[in-house]
Nanobody, 117 residues
Framework: QVQLVESGGGVVQPGGSLQLSCAVH????????MYWFRQPPGKERELVAG???????DYADSVLGRFTASRDNAKSMMFLQMNNLKPEDTAVYFC???????????WGKGTLVTVSS
């Protein structure tokens, strides 16, 4: 069984930075790709970044060049460094992963990021 716990959200001014963390409680080695999703107020959940087990990373066009995702299997952590934040980045950010053997999917409960002056 795996639990994903996000942290690091908060209120930041436009142009500011935040780093989100996703702690993996369980065996991170059983997880294949890991993802950051976000859900803006009143909108659908959307993919922000995906990291393979070999740390190949893809980003949504809207965050490319501003966000950096990383994964530390030794520490059972995943991170999202967010720079030059914009009001449209306001959302609940979720950590997501799936077991590479069973396909069982896991979601964290999310952490709220608010970008406002």
């Amino acid at each position: 069984q795996v639990q994903l716990v996000e942290s690091g959200g908060g209120v930041v001014q436009p142009g500011g930075s935040l780093q989100l963390s996703c702690a993996v409680h369980g065996h991170i080695a059983t997880l294949d790709n890991m993802y950051w999703f976000r859900q803006p107020p009143g909108k659908e959940r959307e993919l922000v970044a995906g990291i393979t087990s070999r740390s190949t990373i893809d980003y949504a066009d809207s965050v490319l060049g501003r966000f950096t995702a990383s994964r530390d299997n030794a520490k059972s952590m995943m991170f999202l460094q967010m720079n030059n934040l914009k009001p449209e980045d306001t959302a609940v950010y979720f950590c997501h992963a799936a077991n590479m053997f069973s396909g069982v999917e896991y979601w964290g409960k999310g952490t709220l990021v608010t970008v406002s002056s």
